[in-house]
């Protein structure tokens, strides 16, 4: 038994449909970005839990959040509420170590997610850790 089928391949570009543009554009603003340069972030390691440092230089809003999403698994616990605060032109975070955390961590590899009012955007972010 054989099966033919004819492919006709055109030298054209794709019309976009434009009904679902809005939301690849909605995506591309979604993913993470590089922190900004003026940005400085600092991390050290407790007993149970790792804590996050970040001057952004400019005065932040009391309802600012952030949230920690790490590159490697089995570093922090997924279900605890990560708590943060504000204060001045800092953010600082609190974030439970894993209890399958096996080997002592350098550093903190992943997306930092900063919330306020208006918008939410994720950070590329490698933070460097020192014991306290």
Same mark, same amino acid.
Do not use: F, M, R, W
């Given at each position: 038994m054989s099966f033919n089928v004819r492919l006709v391949v055109k030298n054209h570009k794709p019309k976009l449909n434009s009904r679902h543009e809005y939301l690849f554009q909605s995506a591309r603003r979604s993913l993470p970005v590089d922190m900004p340069e003026d940005w400085k972030i600092d991390g050290s390691t407790g007993k149970k839990e790792f804590h996050i440092g970040v001057n952004t230089g400019a005065p932040v809003a009391k309802t600012t959040t952030a949230l920690f *999403? =790490?590159?490697?698994?089995?570093? &922090?616990?997924?279900? =605890?509420?990560? @708590?943060?605060?504000?204060?001045? +032109?800092? &953010?600082?975070?609190?974030?439970?170590?894993? +209890?399958?955390?096996?080997?002592? @961590?350098?550093?903190?590899?992943? *997306?930092?997610? *900063?919330?306020?009012?208006?918008?939410?955007?994720?950070?590329?972010?490698? &933070?460097?850790?020192?014991?306290?």
């Open positions: *999403i =790490p590159n490697h698994p089995n570093q &922090i616990e997924n279900a =605890p509420v990560q @708590v943060s605060k504000t204060s001045g +032109d800092s &953010i600082q975070l609190g974030v439970k170590k894993s +209890d399958q955390l096996t080997q002592d @961590v350098k550093s903190l590899d992943g *997306i930092l997610v *900063i919330k306020d009012k208006k918008t939410t955007k994720g950070y590329n972010v490698s &933070i460097p850790l020192s014991e306290e």
